[in-house]
């Protein structure tokens, strides 16, 4: 069972009808509410209509330039805007962030790093409420910084706990050892992957010895995934819809063990 948040509002603006299958499957079933608009046109008639959590912007529209039509939304409305683009450059990076974007990923977009950018923008304009997990039967603190089993909070580093954290906020996604550098040591350059390997083999044995179900599994090539009997949100009791078939094939993928 995958997080789950208290609908949250998405208005996906994007002129390509291919790319809203992987969204619909990646958001939809952890509980964000999406409405649709495949012009600049009909994405400012519902801006008009409702406030939006969020606003994920395709630069490539149907009907007019994606930057003015960041610049307008940003100026008009107060959903946070990400920008979805096919150009990798720095400098529509940087064009899309002065125009008023709040974030930037680039296509085609990659599950964990899209729903992570996703949470931690939700998070940082305070339109997010999945700051209390219960990850199988381990129950997360992210504002107390504890993790507790039964009542009984788990001796973990504050290091231990951001990545616990941070892999309970992946949805049971894989997270690369590099993604959990640059969270939990801010991408210090210097820091060597293999610290991630050392801090996790200390996390696995904590766990086992609370006696939780909730385990740590490596992912071949990537790094790491946290597998437990459910992972859900705290705030709300609720059974998401299950995946299709393309995003069951990617989590089969995703739950080979490392060597």
């Known amino acids: 069972m995958l997080p789950v948040r208290t609908n949250v509002s998405v208005l996906i603006v994007n002129s390509d009808p291919e790319e809203r299958l992987p969204l619909q499957e990646w958001l939809t079933p952890r509980g964000y509410v999406l409405y649709w608009a495949d012009s600049a046109q009909d994405g400012f008639a519902q801006l008009g209509q409702r406030d939006f959590d969020l606003v994920l912007l395709s630069l490539a529209l149907s009907d007019r330039d994606g930057l003015e039509v960041c610049r307008e939304i940003t100026s008009k409305y107060s959903s946070p805007v990400v920008v979805l683009s096919a150009m990798a450059s ?15 990923l680039v296509k085609p977009l990659q599950p964990a790093v899209t729903l992570a950018r996703i949470r931690a923008l939700l998070r940082r304009t305070n339109r997010s409420q999945d700051e209390q997990l219960k990850l199988g039967d381990l129950f997360i603190d992210r504002p107390q910084l504890t993790a507790s089993h039964e009542g009984r909070s788990l001796p973990l580093t504050p290091t231990e706990f951001k990545i616990l954290a941070q892999l309970a906020m992946a949805d049971g996604l894989a997270v690369s050892r590099q993604d959990i550098i640059d969270s939990v040591w801010e991408a210090d350059e210097g820091c060597d992957l293999r610290i991630v390997d050392s801090h ?7 766990l086992m010895q609370s006696g939780t179900h909730v385990s740590i599994q490596g992912v071949r090539g990537v790094g790491y995934q946290v597998s437990s009997n459910g992972v859900e949100s705290c705030l709300r009791e609720s059974r998401p819809e299950p995946f299709t078939e393309s995003v069951e094939k990617l989590h089969s993928l995703e739950n080979m063990e490392s060597s």
């Not at 720095?90 to 930037?104: I, K, T, Y």
Request: aromatic share 10%; proline share 0%; glycine share 4%.
């Open 200 to 206: 996790v083999r200390n996390l696995r044995r904590k």
């Open 90 to 104: 720095l400098f529509d990076e940087v064009s899309s962030l002065e125009a008023g974007a709040d974030e930037f």
